[in-house]
């Protein structure tokens, strides 16, 4: 094996340990049992020439890149699940049910989607949406009467545009359900063969066609739960006035909103259903949400538990927090959803603090979500540093030696200095502000009008709503760790790189060209791959350096401990390259990461990409970073210019131009 077994039970069993000691449900999130033939089988060889290809062979290379991209489970508890609805579903017709195969599909999205030779996906997005077991029902046998009825898939690829932005695999969410879309006319006779299936089965049907009403609003959070302006306040060490919160109009738009593409999909949904309602016979009136089993409750919330991650991987943060919010009411004091919830807002912070606002979405809600997306837009870039500080910091008293939530802290303090040159002399204690407010409403002076104008409440609206975040030293002053980070000097990449390393990780690296689709891209990095880890292993300036590279290609059937390895990096690997282009970012699923890696002498992941030609000019671009895994954060990066295309001896350039910089 390239991926020493050592190292990769050190992370999978890391994974099994963090999630049963900090939360139950996250273990029903890893692939148990032999990997299936599906992953394994699709080995094929590099043509001499990359093109486009027939629909079919396209499809095979988009179905390999889904199955590797480590958001695919397989044999676990919840995987199980759906397989035994499946064959509930298919007990008249079990050689159907041989021809089939279920996995979850790890995303915030609401999707279930099928291929042609018979795999289905059901994502974790679309589970958390449901109300009951009927409706997954309907969800998985519509997903076969597609493969019964011989739909095929036709990739759906309109990602030019941000190919010629130079934003790689990485730097793109990937919805691969996207690829496998269908026509209403599809969907429809898929429906209709779902019908049948569930009537054989004994579902009540009244039931299950209420799938379709959890579809025409899953664009919107799993529930809606009222939020009032206590929801970012920390007792009264830290509070935000609540006219931020009474500004926000939370109705919800009972068609599409402006949105022409959902519009078009709330049509599908309304048409696919009268089409299904017709043939039931059932009176509109009379469909019903039958109330769910402890089941499907269980899973259901398994699933919106690995929702609030995938929203963070996906840089959805709004969502986070409010998903966090509302799994907090029922699982209070949990440490994963706290952490969650600190994750969101200090992502926040760090795009608010680099005026890179347009790169995460703070308007586009309805509901009483949009209240925290008013709120956090509202804020002035300080007063959302100081949010952040303030509840890392609450955090980090309770767990004073958790060295993740301190690099948080770190980095939030550098990012404050850097947005405004903000500094900890600007703090102001509470009792400073009643001494003011005090002297405001004795003064003898002032006539009974400016009196009352000048009262506690008036002076609080005038001025402490504009400076509330100001007022927390009362708390942050109980120990000196705040304000040594505020102390230190900026560490930069020449200061903070890493010396003597022994041991280099190699990831899968980006080869993006405007022109390659989904699937070409992944042979072309397989077959980069091991060219470019033996060229270093080879090279003879650095003989003490021992690389290791990931393979799944290099998987067998019995390497479950391995896949699952794999499959978590290449999520916290993902999720950290979209942040690369920040300056003091430190990986949100990193701490996921940070128990066991510092076990083992492997701690750095070696990654490139091809950034495509700048608009103004014709060469390229390519850079190669170094990732320190234990805190996520990119302790180097090398960039290079060149006008022919990606090739390794551009990477081996950047490699040896790296490796001199932090000899």
């Not at 429906?191 to 209420?210: C, F, N, P, R, T």
């Not at 509109?284 to 269980?298: C, G, P, Q, S």
């Amino acid at each position: 094996m390239n991926l020493t077994l050592t190292f990769l039970l050190l992370v999978c069993f890391g994974f099994l340990s963090y999630s049963q000691q900090s939360e139950p449900f996250l273990d029903l999130m890893d692939s148990q049992g032999n990997v299936p033939s599906a992953f394994l089988n699709n080995k094929r060889k590099l043509p001499g020439e990359l093109n486009d290809r027939t629909v079919d062979d396209n499809n095979e290379l988009i179905v390999r890149e889904l199955l590797h991209s480590g958001q695919v489970l397989y044999g676990g508890e919840m995987t199980e699940y759906i397989r035994q609805i499946a064959s509930e579903i298919l007990k008249d017709d079990p050689d159907l049910f041989r021809q089939l195969s279920f996995f979850i599909y790890r995303s915030s999205d609401e999707l279930s989607f099928s291929t042609s030779s018979g795999l289905v996906f059901v994502s974790t997005g679309l589970i958390s949406q449901l109300s009951n077991e009927d409706q997954l029902a309907f969800a998985i046998a519509r997903e076969i009467g597609h493969f019964v009825n011989k739909h095929k898939n036709y990739p759906f690829i309109r990602y030019e545009d941000s190919y010629a932005e130079g934003k790689g695999t990485y730097e793109y969410k990937k919805t691969f359900g996207t690829f496998f879309i269908r026509t209403v006319e599809e969907n429809i006779v898929a429906d209709a063969y779902a019908v049948k299936l569930l009537k054989q089965s004994g579902v009540e049907m009244a039931s299950a066609i209420s799938y379709f009403d959890a579809l025409l609003y899953a664009y919107l959070p799993f529930d809606e739960v009222e939020i009032n302006h206590t929801f970012f306040n920390l007792d009264t060490s830290f509070v935000i006035p609540s006219a931020y919160f009474q500004k926000t109009d939370v109705s919800i738009d009972s068609e599409e909103n402006g949105d022409s593409n959902r519009h078009l999909f709330m049509e599908g949904i309304r048409e696919r259903k009268a089409a299904v309602v017709e043939i039931i016979g059932i009176p509109e009136n009379n469909i019903k949400m039958k109330e769910a089993t402890d089941r499907f409750l269980r899973f259901r919330t398994a699933a919106r538990f690995e929702v609030v991650r995938m929203n963070l991987v996906s840089r959805e943060y709004i969502l986070a927090l409010y998903h966090s919010f509302i799994l907090l009411q029922q699982h209070p004091e949990n440490d994963f959803l706290e952490r969650a919830f600190i994750k969101a807002i200090y992502a926040i912070s760090v795009y608010r603090m680099n005026d890179a606002d347009k790169d995460i979405d703070l308007d586009n809600y309805q509901g009483e979500i949009s209240k925290l997306g008013n709120v956090l837009g509202s804020l002035s870039e300080e007063q959302v540093g100081v949010l952040a500080m303030m509840h890392i910091k609450n955090y980090v008293n309770s767990h004073p030696e958790d060295e993740y939530m301190i690099s948080l802290l770190e980095s939030t303090v550098q990012n404050l200095k850097n947005a405004s040159g903000f500094q900890y002399s600007s703090f102001r204690s509470m009792s400073y502000l009643n001494d003011q407010t005090s002297e405001l409403k004795d003064t003898l002076n002032l006539s009974k009008y400016d009196k009352i104008k000048m009262s506690r409440r008036e002076f609080a609206l005038e001025n402490y709503e504009k400076d509330f975040h100001l007022y927390v030293l009362d708390f942050i002053n109980t120990d000196s760790l705040v304000q040594v980070c505020f102390d230190r000097e900026e560490m930069n990449y020449s200061e903070s790189n890493p010396t003597g390393i022994k041991s280099v990780l190699v990831m899968n690296p980006v080869l993006r060209n405007k022109n390659l689709k989904f699937g070409l891209d992944l042979l072309l990095s397989e077959s980069q791959l091991s060219v470019l880890s033996k060229a270093i292993e080879n090279n003879s300036s650095f003989d003490s350096l021992r690389v290791r590279y990931l393979n799944i290609l290099a998987l067998d059937s019995t390497d479950w401990e391995e896949f699952n390895a794999i499959s978590a990096i290449k999520i916290w690997f993902s999720e950290s390259a979209k942040h690369l282009f920040l300056k003091d970012f430190v990986s949100l699923e990193s701490d996921m990461l940070y128990p066991y890696i510092k076990k083992n002498g492997t701690r750095y992941i070696l990654f490139s990409r091809a950034e495509g030609k700048d608009k103004q000019s014709i060469f390229s671009s390519y850079s190669l970073g170094l990732f320190d895994l234990t805190s996520g954060k990119l302790l180097h990066k090398a960039q290079l210019v060149h006008q022919v295309n990606y090739q390794n001896q551009v990477f081996m350039r950047l490699f040896n131009k790296m490796m001199d910089d932090i000899k």
